[in-house]
């Protein structure tokens, strides 16, 4: 579980980086591959500073070079590149118009850096980084009936509409002769005509990396035809079919549900199972417990036999000091609470640490699973709402 804290650590970094905004093209981002020679990457970096002498604005030219000067200085610092590559952020970063701080940050990933580049830009370029967390398994959802469809993929834990299709197909209308027949004829190459656009928006699949397959639900017997009419690129392949009541939105999400033996091992899947579970055990006053003091107290003691732990939390502790007459308090949050002591002085924060750190480094170093809980699933916000985004599973009681 060592790559538990790494990958936290890693996603409070790049969330650190992506609030930073700078005025004009002058935050830039340098992205340097694994064995890449830091000579040469400091040579690209010598010509950009002699470039951004044509910049007409003459303090985004003063910041576009002072920030180069001081990667150029930083990369001193190396004779080779991380194992992983190495990102390096610069730039003014002051949220004081007409004041100057030029900011260094720099970022060693949990894997490999594959894209080697230099950006100037109003933010820091932060993509490369963030797919290094996307999730390996994608999934396609497709939910229809015989008027509608909606073509969706499942990305870790997150449902995003590709297309919606609606069906043009002719009421079968009875009527006598040869009419009857034109009819059923249109009726039919209509139909037909739905079902290949349905399978032209599922030629998305397969130009995405990792794509697992396609899980496929709908009232009534159109989904089983559309299957048998295979209008759909051969590679894709069908994980199952399931039996839902909606085609829309709402559809997706009851497809998903439904397919929790299908995708057993997907993330969404797995993390829904897993919080059940959890709530389960916390309503009857089983074997999970949540609070600061009870999950420290199970860990401590490795009473715990997994934490949970909210990926988007801020939860922290503070100590709280009194200048006055130097009374202590703890007290938790997500930003530092304004109070006042008993004597009538201003409590002030004399300390102040990151609650969800320190319960991951005391798991790892006790050998306790850790499970990071994304907060975009409705059971994941539930769970950062309801238990402050922390709780664990227990052994024994």
């Known amino acids: 579980m060592a790559e538990t804290k790494e990958t936290y650590e890693f ?30 990457i400091t040579a690209k970096l010598r010509d950009e500073h002699g470039q951004a002498s044509n910049i007409k604005s003459a303090s985004t030219r ?26 390096v952020f610069c730039g003014n970063v002051s949220e004081t ?58 990305r870790g834990k997150q449902i995003k509409v ?27 190459e209509t139909v037909e005509a739905y079902y290949k656009r349905i399978g032209e928006a599922m030629d998305a699949f397969v130009e995405m990396k990792g794509f697992k397959g396609v899980i496929v639900g709908g009232p009534g017997p159109s989904k089983e035809n559309f299957l048998n009419a295979k209008p759909f690129n051969y590679q894709i392949k069908i994980l199952g079919v399931v039996d839902i009541g909606y085609t829309d939105e709402y559809g997706l999400r009851e497809a998903l549900d439904k397919s929790s033996e299908i995708i057993a091992d997907q993330e969404a899947v797995k993390e829904k199972k897993l919080l059940d579970e959890f709530m389960k055990e ?63 002085g201003r409590m002030k924060v004399a300390e102040e640490k990151d609650v969800a750190e320190e ?3 005391l798991a790892e170093a006790k050998g306790i699973p850790v499970e990071m809980i994304s907060d975009e699933t409705a059971e994941g916000a539930q769970f950062k709402a309801t238990f402050k985004g922390l709780g664990v599973f227990l052994r024994y009681k």
């Open 359 to 361: 319960f991951i480094e």
């Open 162 to 188: 590709l297309k919606k299709i609606t069906s043009t197909a002719q009421q079968k209308v009875v009527k006598g002769g040869q009419s009857a027949a034109r009819f059923q004829r249109i009726h039919e």
């Open 62 to 87: 003063k910041n576009v070079q002072a920030a180069l000067e001081k990667i150029m200085q930083y990369l001193k610092t190396f004779k080779e590149p991380p194992a992983n590559g190495i990102a």
């Open 282 to 344: 916390v309503s009857r006053g089983g074997l999970a417990v949540y609070g600061i003091d009870d999950i420290r107290t199970a860990l401590e003691s490795n009473q715990a036999s997994k934490l949970l732990v909210s990926e988007g939390m801020g939860f922290k502790e503070f100590t709280l000091q009194c200048p006055a007459c130097g009374k202590t308090v703890k007290r938790y949050g997500e930003k530092p609470p304004e109070e006042e002591c008993p004597c009538g």
């Open 11 to 40: 996603k409070k970094q790049l969330e650190a980086l992506s609030k930073f905004q700078g005025r004009g093209t002058e935050l830039i981002s340098v992205y340097i591959t694994p064995k890449y020679p830091i000579s040469e």
């Open 97 to 154: 118009e007409g004041k100057t701080d030029i900011g260094l940050y720099s970022v060693i990933p949990p894997q490999p850096i594959a894209v080697q580049f230099y950006r100037c830009e109003s933010r820091f370029v932060l993509e490369p980084l963030e797919e290094l967390l996307a999730p390996k398994g994608i999934y396609g959802l497709v939910v229809m009936d015989g008027k509608e469809a909606t073509v969706a993929v499942l």
